[in-house]
């Protein structure tokens, strides 16, 4: 159920970084990001890796080559990526396109695909040498938006490694992104969907009004420290594997009436209550489930096709720890979940824009939170920059760097069988960690009807 302890080292060599700038003169201008982009909990670099098997009829053609190459010629039609970020009245973030270039890094490493094993999925060994931390390039304001490291492998395959400052694009934004790169390295003179800026499309409205209630953003004293304020070091950081087999077993405790929710739905409501009990809150304590919803598709009329930038939003589902635990049956905890996606539509993404603007663009809840993106259906695993798709493709972490406590990825990967499934990580205190464990085995070795008990007791809510 748990990734396998990663014991394989191994050398990178890399070579100076570079800036990658457009590859013809771009406009010099200042474009405002929206004010769904530049929210404070966005305001942070996301990495992404991506694993690439030799393909023999690339034989000759250097990744590292090709890739600089392509990357300098989307840059001319995403010359945005080339500028920096500065910070206006109001907090607001604008990019001035200075065409300066994103960093790139040739790189090599001593070492195969094959022996990363079978089951490609975070925590990745080396991954600081795989995707390096150029002192300097990280923060959020005057910095590259894009940094991209190639590193070829003995084997003939190589790793794609990129990280991304969060409020230029969302997951659907950044795989347009690279999906265009991957055109033009395979011989496209322009990506076959334009970019299109247009943030003014997501910004907040005037005269502002909160026409939602955004539970996701409620200011909550932490008075206990629940896993928010215990030292990282002190931290367990694990990943989970659900297949088929573990899927099946959590749909058991699932009501006929909500069979049809989705698999992250039903794995949402289950680790949910699992990590709530594994913390102990007191009874009435509020707690938190929310994951990342896109609102691409909801709008009317839709946004332009190349609209690259962030469309989405983190609905809250809030309850007390006392009703969510109190029954093993996963329904009310489910249909809290569906209840908060179902919410985000076009009035629900006005209402987030104009919240930022009236209250100084908030940070998300933390205290009793817990936060996915499901990045299962982004598209990253169909990127191909002429090597075919990658046999990985996806965050190069399990964790959201911003809130590492309570921000997970909901990952697509494969097991050591080949199972197709999904990873996600969770990071508790070493000792609630211990009773996470116990409660999920309690959901995939038990029936319903078998009278077993979990380790919940009320007593101590």
Not at 22 to 28: E, G, V, W, Y
Request: glycine fraction near 8%; charged fraction near 25%.
């Amino acid at each position: 159920m748990a990734a396998p302890t990663q014991s394989l080292v191994f050398t990178v060599r890399r070579c100076k970084p570079e800036l990658i700038a457009p590859s013809k003169p771009t406009p010099h201008e200042f474009k405002q990001l929206s004010d769904i982009d530049d929210q404070e909990a966005s305001r942070f670099q996301v990495p992404v890796i991506q694993f690439y098997r030799h393909d023999p009829s690339m034989q000759g053609r250097d990744p590292v080559k090709v890739i600089r190459e392509a990357l300098a010629q989307t840059l001319v039609f995403y010359y945005p990526f080339a500028g920096r970020l500065r910070e206006g009245p109001g907090r607001k973030l604008v990019v001035e396109c200075t065409s300066e270039g994103v960093v790139f890094i040739e790189a090599d490493a001593d070492v195969t695909l094959e022996q990363f094993g079978d089951a490609l999925r975070p925590p990745f060994p080396c991954l600081e040498e795989l995707l390096f931390d150029l002192p300097g390039s990280g923060g959020v304001l005057h910095c590259p938006l894009l940094l991209i490291q190639v590193t070829r492998l003995k084997c003939g395959g190589f790793i794609f490694a990129l990280r991304l400052n969060h409020t230029m694009s969302d997951a659907a934004g950044l795989v347009q992104f690279m999906t265009a790169v991957g055109e033009v390295a395979r011989g496209a003179r322009a990506p076959s969907v334009l970019p299109v800026w247009q943030r003014h499309l997501l910004n907040a409205r005037d005269p502002t009004r909160l026409t939602c209630t955004h539970r996701e953003y409620d200011e909550v004293i932490d008075t206990k420290g629940t896993g928010t304020i215990t030292p990282l070091e002190d931290m367990a950081y694990r990943s989970f594997f659900f297949g088929r087999t573990e899927v099946s077993a959590i749909r058991r405790f699932v009501p006929h009436h909500l069979s049809q929710s989705t698999t992250f739905e039903v794995i949402m409501a289950c680790l949910w209550r699992c990590r709530t009990i594994a913390l102990q809150f007191d009874r009435n304590e509020e707690v938190r489930m929310m994951s990342i919803v896109s609102a691409r598709g909801k709008f009317n009329p839709p946004l332009p096709s190349g609209y690259y930038g962030n469309v989405f939003a983190c609905p809250a589902a809030v309850t007390t720890a006392g009703k969510l635990c109190e029954n093993t049956n996963l329904g009310y905890a489910l249909e809290l979940v569906r209840k908060a996606k179902k919410e985000v539509n076009e009035e629900y993404m006005r209402s987030v824009a104009d919240l930022m603007v009236i209250r100084g663009r908030p940070f998300l809840t933390v205290v009793g939170s817990f936060l996915v993106s499901d990045v299962t259906r982004a598209g990253l695993g169909k990127v191909d920059f002429g090597w075919g798709k990658p046999s990985y493709a996806g965050p190069a972490e399990c964790f959201v760097r911003i809130i590492p406590r309570t921000g997970s990825f909901c990952i697509p990967c494969k097991d050591s069988k080949g199972e197709e499934g999904i990873a996600i990580g969770v990071c508790l205190p070493a000792p609630a960690m211990e009773i996470f464990v116990k409660e999920l085995d309690f959901f995939l070795k038990n029936m319903p009807e078998s009278g077993k008990k979990s380790t919940f007791n009320a007593s101590k809510l």
